[in-house]
């Protein structure tokens, strides 16, 4: 089922989510239609307060991608109760990015490129690993929703200026996109 995409202004992007057990009511559903809404939606990522849930929970798709990196091809994953351990802060790339919680709105976002992550597998298996490149990006992007930050809170100054108004559109519902969403109006 498709769900709809919590946007900007909603307060619960701005709260801090909780790890969930395996015993988490309706837990495989609820990644099935986190998948589809976010296939639905355009979307490489998407994290539960998106939706609504104030848990650890985000999926990525990097298929998307595969024509220009191949190695992405097939790339669908859920992370469960996801935590970045480590930054490596030794290279560091600015990058534009958006959100389908901020529609409309891209901007340049400095982010380590390498990062340290704990989760769990969709069989609550636990992993720990570094991951690099464009993946890290967006694991930093979508674990940042479940630590309540969104990328806005990531920009330059002078560029949250520049989008001070955009934001407030959004905050009044007054914008455009393609997939179903949830005001805060």
């Given at each position: ?20 057990t395996p015993d988490y009511p ?23 307060p998106q939706i609504g849930k ?132």
């Amino acid at each position: 089922m498709i769900l709809p995409i919590y946007t900007y202004g909603m307060p619960v992007l701005r709260k801090e989510s909780v790890d969930i057990t395996p015993d988490y009511p309706g837990l495989e559903q609820l990644i099935a239609d986190m998948f589809e809404t976010m296939y639905h939606s355009d979307g490489v990522g998407l994290a539960a307060p998106q939706i609504g849930k104030s848990i650890r929970l985000v999926v990525i798709t990097l298929d998307v991608l595969k024509d220009d990196y191949p190695e992405y091809e097939g790339f669908n994953k859920c992370y469960i109760n996801p935590h970045i351990i480590e930054y490596d802060d030794t290279e560091t790339e600015s990058m534009d990015e958006g959100c389908l919680s901020l529609p409309g709105i891209h901007e340049p976002v400095r982010r380590p490129t390498r990062i340290r992550v704990q989760y769990m597998d969709e069989q609550f298996n636990p992993h720990d690993e570094w991951v690099d490149g464009y993946l890290a990006r967006v694991m930093q992007h979508e674990f940042d929703h479940l630590d309540a930050h969104l990328f806005v809170d990531r920009i330059t100054p002078l560029r949250k200026q520049m989008v001070r108004n955009k934001l407030g559109q959004l905050l009044k519902g007054k914008f455009r996109c393609a997939y179903k969403v949830k005001c805060p109006k």
